[in-house]
C-alpha cells in the first residue's frame, strides 16, 4: 500500500471516527440540555417526570415516554394540574438552532393520549393566572404542527371535586404556532394559522341549575359543527320547586346540530374578545319551559333584548341566524290544583339578522319567523329593533291565521279562569313600543267569539259574569265593511320585572279588548 493512500485511508478512517463519536456527543449534549432544562429551568410550580427520553439528532427527533407533568398551585394542598401522556413526540428538531442560538425550531409536536385533570380553585386570585409559566419562557418557539391525539379533559371543583367539564376523544391540529417573549404577553399568548379539532362526550356545568351535554364537535377555520346538544335543568322540576326560592325556569333544550360558518374570535388590540360569524344554522332545535308561578316572584329588572345586546362585555357579530323546524313549549301553573296552562309554536323557521352590538345605526336586528301556533294556526311575525336605541325602540308585527278560540284554552282556562268559543279567522296587531311603554292596533276577523268565566278552580263556568262580559263583547266582525273590526291602544305600561313576552302579551291583549269591545275602528 503506498504512503499517500494510507495517509487517505487514516484520514477517511479519523473523520469517520469523530463523525461518530460526535453524533453521540451531539446526542448527549442535547439530552443533557433537555434534561436540565426540566429539571432546573422550569418555574418550581411545574414538574416533569417522564420513564424515558431519547434524541436522535439525525432525524431530529426527541421521544419522551410516559411524561407526567404537574402544575402546583400557591393555593391549597392539591395540584392545579396534571398532564399525562403515553408519548410525547416531536419530529424535525432544529438542533444546531437550539444548540447555538437557544431557540427551540420543530416541524410537528404530538400529544399521543394525554389526559389532563385541572382542579379549578375559585379562591385562586385571577393575578396568579396571569403570571403563567408561559409567560416565563425563555426561548422563542417555533412548531409547524401541533397535534394532540385522542386526549381525555377533566375539570373538576377545587373544594368539592365535583366534575365541572368532562370531554373526550379529544383530537387537534393547529399549524404554525410561534411563540416568544412579546406573544406571551398577551391574552392569547401565541401567533398560530389553520387549525382543526374534534372531541366527543362533552359535560359542562353551566351554572348551579343547568348542565350542558354534547355528542360531538368538528371545529376547522371554516365551520364548527356541533352535534346533539342537550342544556336542561339538573333537577326534576318538583325538586327545583324545592331548591328556589323566587321564581325560575326549568328547561329542556335540544339542538340535533348546530352549525357557525366562518367563525373568527380573538381579542380586537388585545383587549375586549370579539366573536363573529356570518350564518349560525340550529336544525331541529326543541325547548320545552315551565315555570311555577306558585312560587315568589323574581323581582329583578329585565332588559329588552336590544339592552342586552348593547351591554354584552363582548364584541359580537352574528351576521345571519337561521332556524329549521323549531318547537318552543311553554307551560306556567298557577294553580295548585290544576295542570299547567300550555301554549306551543311548532314547525317554526326563523331568519334572524344582525343579532350584534358592533352595527351602526344604519343596521337594524330584525326576525322574520314563521311558525304554527297551538297546533293548527299559522303565525308570521316581523320583528325588528336597534341595538344603539338607549329607548329601546322596536316594531313587532303579527299575522295569525285561522285560530279556534277553543284552542287557547289549554292556557287560559288554568291560568286566566277564562274559557273561550269561537273562531277568529284573521288577526293582525302591530306593536310599535319602548323601553317603558307600547301602542297596538289590531284588526280581527272573527264569529261567534264569547268569553266564559270560571270559578277559581278553573272548571265550572260563571254564568252571571259570563253574561255580563258577553254584553260587552262583539260576537262577530260582520257588521263591519271589510269584516273586520278594528281596536287600538296606546300607553300600554310595561311591568320591567317581567319577561319582553310578557310586554307583548299585554299589548295584545289591550289590543283585543279593544276589538272586542269598542267601536271596530282604531282611535
Known amino acids: 500500500m503506498t504512503k499517500p493512500l494510507k495517509i487517505t485511508l487514516i484520514a477517511l478512517l479519523s473523520i469517520l471516527v469523530i463523525g461518530i463519536v460526535g453524533y453521540f456527543v451531539a446526542d448527549a449534549m442535547i439530552s443533557s440540555k433537555l434534561e436540565a432544562f426540566l429539571e432546573k429551568e422550569l418555574p418550581e410550580t411545574i414538574s416533569v417526570d417522564y420513564e424515558a427520553i431519547d434524541v436522535n439528532i439525525w432525524s431530529g427527533s426527541v421521544i419522551m415516554v410516559r411524561p407526567k407533568i404537574v402544575s402546583k398551585g400557591s393555593y391549597g394542598s392539591k ?269 317554526m323557521n326563523a331568519d334572524i339578522k344582525n343579532v350584534s352590538n358592533t352595527y351602526d345605526r344604519s343596521e337594524k336586528t330584525s326576525l322574520d319567523i314563521d311558525a304554527i301556533f297551538m297546533a293548527k294556526t299559522p303565525i308570521h311575525v316581523l320583528w325588528t329593533f336597534d341595538v344603539n336605541d338607549v329607548n329601546d325602540v322596536f316594531v313587532f308585527k303579527v299575522d295569525i291565521g285561522k285560530l279556534p278560540a277553543a284552542d287557547l284554552n289549554p292556557f287560559s282556562q288554568p291560568n286566566l279562569k277564562v274559557r273561550f268559543e269561537g273562531e277568529l279567522s284573521k288577526t293582525y296587531a302591530t306593536i310599535s313600543g319602548d323601553v317603558n311603554t307600547s301602542r297596538v292596533d289590531m284588526k280581527v276577523n272573527y264569529d261567534e267569539f264569547k268569553v266564559n268565566v270560571l270559578d277559581k278552580e278553573g272548571a265550572r263556568k260563571k254564568e252571571v259574569l259570563s253574561a255580563i262580559a258577553n254584553l260587552f263583547i262583539k260576537k262577530d266582525s260582520k257588521s263591519a265593511s271589510d269584516n273586520f273590526r278594528e281596536g287600538s291602544k296606546e300607553g300600554i305600561a310595561r311591568d320591567h320585572t317581567k319577561s319582553v313576552f310578557n310586554f307583548l302579551w299585554l299589548s295584545v291583549r289591550s289590543g283585543l279588548i279593544s276589538v272586542l269591545t269598542g267601536d271596530g275602528k282604531k282611535k
Not at 165 to 189: C, Q, W, Y
Not at 228 to 242: G, I, R, V
Request: aromatic residues 12%; glycine residues 4%.
Open 79 to 347: 395540584n392545579v394540574a396534571n398532564l399525562e401522556l403515553d408519548t410525547l413526540l416531536v419530529d424535525g428538531f432544529a438542533t444546531w438552532n437550539y444548540l447555538l442560538n437557544d431557540k427551540i425550531d420543530v416541524e410537528s409536536v404530538q400529544l399521543r393520549s394525554p389526559k389532563l385533570l385541572y382542579n379549578h380553585n375559585s379562591a385562586t386570585p385571577k393575578d396568579e393566572y396571569k403570571y403563567s409559566a408561559l409567560e416565563q419562557l425563555k426561548q422563542e418557539v417555533k412548531i409547524g404542527r401541533f397535534n394532540i391525539q385522542n386526549g381525555e379533559l377533566n375539570i373538576r371543583n377545587y373544594e368539592t371535586d365535583s366534575l365541572l367539564l368532562h370531554t373526550e376523544k379529544f383530537t387537534a391540529n393547529v399549524m404554525g404556532i410561534h411563540v416568544d417573549s412579546k406573544t406571551v404577553k398577551r391574552r392569547i399568548p401565541f401567533d398560530y394559522g389553520d387549525y382543526n379539532l374534534s372531541f366527543n362526550d362533552l359535560f359542562y356545568v353551566v351554572g348551579e341549575y343547568e348542565d350542558l351535554k354534547m355528542a360531538s364537535a368538528q371545529v376547522t377555520q371554516d365551520k364548527a359543527e356541533f352535534k346533539q346538544l342537550h342544556l336542561f335543568t339538573k333537577y326534576s322540576k318538583s325538586k327545583l320547586n324545592q331548591i328556589i326560592t323566587e321564581e325560575r325556569d326549568h328547561f329542556d333544550v335540544s339542538i340535533p346540530s348546530l352549525v357557525l360558518e366562518g367563525q373568527k374570535f380573538g381579542y380586537e388590540k388585545d383587549s375586549i374578545f370579539y366573536f363573529k360569524s356570518p350564518k349560525v344554522m340550529l336544525e331541529s332545535p326543541e325547548m320545552y319551559l315551565y315555570r311555577n308561578k306558585l312560587v315568589a316572584d323574581d323581582f329583578t329588572r329585565k332588559n329588552l333584548y336590544s339592552k342586552t345586546l348593547r351591554e354584552l362585555t363582548f364584541d359580537l357579530t352574528l351576521s345571519e341566524i337561521e332556524l329549521k323546524n323549531a318547537t318552543i313549549v311553554y307551560s306556567e301553573k298557577v294553580n295548585a290544583n290544576m295542570e299547567a296552562g300550555k301554549i306551543s309554536f311548532t314547525k
